[in-house]
């Protein structure tokens, strides 16, 4: 799992009131103005966008393809609903990007992440990355699959 630096992250937001942004790469959207822009949006562009936990991802499903980046947030570490959002993107709609975590997102919370399918994390400002580096070395195996690997499995039967 990949730790985003936010002073180093080559994804950049556009003004939360800036409704149809201007055409560029490596832009991360909100639902709102994704669904202003898709239309007419370059296939092929790096697109990222920004999905509230309260969101049912069924609703970005067949924009899976497109999508380079999918950001999902915890506003709040004790409410796990990103978890499941990052399942079934990963199982269910076959999101093959970069899957992130953003908000209250604390170290102990590192190695659920990365069994969820999330690829990276932008840890919340007072926790440690040496910390986090460790955190994911705790557990060596698993006795269940992650949904990598359940990925993996499902398309190997379906072969």
């Given at each position: 799992?990949?730790?985003?630096?936010?002073?180093?992250?080559?994804?950049?937001?556009?003004?939360?009131?800036?409704?149809?942004?201007?055409?560029?790469?490596?832009?991360?959207?909100?639902?709102?103005?994704?669904?202003?822009?898709?239309?007419?949006?370059?296939?092929?562009?790096?697109?990222?966008?920004?999905?509230?936990?309260?969101?049912?991802?069924?609703?970005?499903?067949?924009?899976?393809?497109?999508?380079?980046?999918?950001?999902?947030?915890?506003?709040?570490?004790?409410?796990?609903?990103?978890?499941?959002?990052?399942?079934?993107?990963?199982?269910?709609?076959?999101?093959?990007?970069?899957?992130?975590?953003?908000?209250?997102?604390l170290v102990d919370m590192l190695p659920l992440l990365s069994r969820t399918g999330f690829d990276a994390a932008?840890?919340?400002?007072?926790?440690?990355?040496?910390?986090?580096?460790?955190?994911?070395?705790?557990?060596?195996?698993?006795?269940?699959?992650?949904?990598?690997?359940?990925?993996?499995?499902?398309?190997?039967?379906?072969?």
């Amino acid at each position: 799992m990949r730790l985003v630096d936010p002073h180093h992250d080559r994804w950049h937001a556009p003004a939360a009131e800036e409704a149809a942004p201007a055409v560029r790469g490596h832009l991360l959207l909100t639902l709102e103005q994704w669904s202003a822009v898709r239309a007419h949006w370059p296939v092929g562009l790096p697109t990222g966008i920004v999905v509230p936990n309260t969101a049912d991802v069924a609703t970005i499903a067949h924009d899976v393809p497109r999508l380079a980046l999918v950001v999902l947030q915890f506003p709040k570490w004790t409410d796990g609903r990103a978890y499941s959002q990052a399942r079934l993107l990963r199982t269910r709609h076959r999101f093959t990007g970069e899957l992130r975590a953003a908000g209250d997102v604390l170290v102990d919370m590192l190695p659920l992440l990365s069994r969820t399918g999330f690829d990276a994390a932008r840890l919340r400002d007072d926790q440690d990355a040496g910390a986090a580096a460790a955190a994911l070395g705790f557990f060596a195996a698993h006795y269940q699959a992650d949904a990598r690997a359940a990925m993996t499995l499902e398309r190997l039967e379906a072969a």
